[in-house]
Nanobody
Framework: QVRLVESGGGLVQAGGSLMLSCAAS????????LAWFRQASGKERESVAAIMWSGGSTYYADSVKGRFTVSRDATKNMMYLQMNNLKPEDTAVYYCAARWRYSRDPLRELEYEYWGQGTQVTVSS
């Protein structure tokens, strides 16, 4: 059974940095795509970044381009999200997600089959 566990959330001041981690287990991830999504209080969940496990191609939402970096360590079955220059509007619960089916839009939420429980990121002004 696929299991995704996020960690690394917390409280940080605007302009600061955090790195989120996603521990993946339960299946071979060699043909998968993984992604980060977030959901702010009272808002719909939105895409943040995605990465192909094989080859490492990355995709970003416009709101985080140049500030966030997604990466993965295949030897540890881990995905990361380095978040720099954080803004109060980045405050949200951040979720890790995985898919094995082909998608033309790696940032499309509906393409993802498995989800973690989320980790809270709060950015104070």
């Amino acid at each position: 059974q696929v299991r995704l566990v996020e960690s690394g959330g917390g409280l940080v001041q605007a302009g600061g940095s955090l790195m989120l981690s996603c521990a993946a287990s339960g299946r071979s991830f060699s043909s998968s795509g993984l992604a980060w999504f977030r959901q702010a209080s009272g808002k719909e969940r939105e895409s943040v970044a995605a990465i192909m496990w094989s080859g490492g191609s990355t995709y970003y939402a416009d709101s985080v381009k140049g500030r966030f970096t997604v990466s993965r360590d295949a030897t540890k079955n881990m995905m990361y999200l380095q978040m720099n220059n954080l803004k109060p509007e980045d405050t949200a619960v951040y979720y890790c997600a995985a898919r094995w089916r082909y998608s033309r839009d790696p940032l499309r939420e509906l393409e993802y089959e498995y989800w973690g429980q989320g980790t809270q990121v709060t950015v104070s002004s």
